[in-house]
């Protein structure tokens, strides 16, 4: 049966090309399909590992409109009670402030130039964005690589007068790593409460990098006018403490896989105002993003099953006009004693003859092919994800800065690779797929004598 294949195979060329080809197309776009679900898959992983098992508790701006500027004013107390919870392994707080650089220039462009006789110009020449943290590889900035370190240390839990700068500002300063600077309160913040005059010398840990990707209004909304600060630092400008303090956000980390949902629902016991805040998973916090992965992935999943089904569609429909033209070949190999067994076999043979070379080429041009399939995709869907920002960015309340950017960023590249795992996978899934397709093409031509097929034939 198998020397009857072969031979079948390679008398009816042009049969077995169109076949082959087929299956080659099909097998070709179910590995390209799989390998970029496999990228998004892996590219989510990076994105979000730090913060998947996690959620952020921040304030509920529908009953607490927050600090005068509308930053977060959480209770220090009340992160505290959380972060005592037996299932939280460990937590990340911010803290927001406004100050000003003491002895140095901040960032201008021409966009956020302002009337040299203003009071802006004259209240916050020199004012700058802090935000203070308890570990700056896990801020929500950095997280999002809206920052991204590319000198020195990140900020950790017991640091006191250190800070990261980005490194424009620190180049404008003429500022290194190890250098010191003055930041100093400013009294005209509405945040400034208490009307703090406080002074800080602080030691520059750290460089970050990072570019806005939308317009901005003032200098202070411009990346390179933030300082990442330790927490004692950001509170002291505003006359307080850690304790003091009334904190932007809080990110708890779950242990193990430990279900988000259950220790959130038992956070509820706690005696917490919770009114006055709400609990999200942090990966909220990446809207965009997560559509962009998902989108990705839908369309992965729909080229894969798509290719398969098509495959065993259009095979289906070629064997069957084969076999139809192979009744009277049937029918003599059925009078000559050979079973419907034996004829099957040759069948499923032949189709193997056939699968095996396209399955080696659709390997071979997959290689070559999926990264720019997958370019493909994510421009398409980075494109009308960016769309509907812009649609909806005219009824926006939000400003330019890092936490926007974070906010509305998507997926930005897959490196998508043909592994051997995703190959045999496609392979599998295709075999069986073919397999099917001969079964339903011969069924009913095996259930017919050859006298029945010989009668049909004429």
Do not use: C
Request: charged share 25%.
């Amino acid at each position: 049966m198998i020397k009857n294949a072969f031979h079948y195979v390679t008398r009816k060329k042009l049969k077995s090309l169109i076949i082959m080809s087929v299956i080659l197309i099909m097998t070709t776009l179910s590995l390209i399909g799989l390998s970029i679900k496999d990228s998004t898959e892996k590219a989510s992983e990076e994105t979000f590992g730090n913060v998947m098992n996690s959620f952020i508790m921040e304030i509920n701006r529908q009953v607490n409109p927050g600090t005068p500027r509308g930053g977060g004013n959480i209770k220090g107390e009340d992160i505290k009670k959380i972060s005592e919870v037996k299932s939280i392994d460990h937590y990340v707080k911010r803290i927001n402030s406004v100050a000003d650089l003491a002895d140095h220039d901040i960032i201008e462009t021409p966009e956020t130039k302002v009337d040299p006789s203003s009071d802006r110009a004259k209240y916050f020449k020199r004012t700058v964005m802090l935000t203070g943290v308890n570990d700056s590889s896990k801020e929500t900035k950095f997280v999002s690589e809206s920052y991204k370190l590319v000198e020195g240390e990140h900020l950790k839990d017991g640091d006191v007068s250190k800070v990261i700068l980005h490194k424009e500002l620190a180049e404008k300063n003429n500022l290194k790593v190890g250098d010191t600077i003055i930041i100093k309160s400013n009294v005209y913040d509405a945040d400034n409460e208490k009307g703090a005059d406080e002074t800080v010398e602080a030691e520059i840990i750290g460089l970050f990098d990072g570019e806005n990707n939308g317009p901005v209004t003032s200098p202070q909304e411009l990346y390179q006018n933030t300082i990442m600060t330790d927490l004692n630092t950001a509170a002291k400008v505003y006359g307080n403490t850690e304790d003091t303090a009334v904190y932007q956000d809080a990110t708890f980390f779950v242990k193990g896989d430990t279900s988000l949902e259950t220790v959130v629902k038992d956070l509820e016991k706690l005696d917490i105002n919770w009114s006055m805040y709400s609990l999200v998973k942090s990966t909220s916090n990446f809207p965009a993003l997560e559509e962009s992965i998902s989108n990705i992935s839908s369309i992965a999943n729909t080229l894969f099953i798509g290719s398969l089904i098509f495959a065993g569609v259009i095979v289906s429909l070629l064997l069957f006009l084969w076999m139809n033209a192979r009744r009277k070949e049937i029918a003599i190999l059925l009078s000559l004693g050979i079973s419907k067994g034996q004829i099957l076999m040759q069948l499923i043979f032949e189709v193997i003859f056939i699968s095996i070379p396209a399955f080696i080429a659709s390997t071979i041009i997959a290689k070559y092919t999926a990264q720019i399939f997958g370019e493909k995709i994510l421009s398409k869907v980075s494109g009308d994800i960016q769309k509907q920002i812009e649609s909806q960015s005219s009824s926006s309340q939000l400003g330019g800065g890092a936490e926007v950017d974070g906010f509305n960023r998507t997926l930005t590249h897959l490196d998508v690779n043909i592994l051997t795992e995703s190959i045999v996978y496609v392979v599998i899934f295709m075999s069986i797929v073919l397999l099917v397709s001969v079964i339903i093409a011969s069924i009913n031509i095996l259930k017919k004598n050859p006298k029945e097929l010989l009668i049909d034939t004429k």
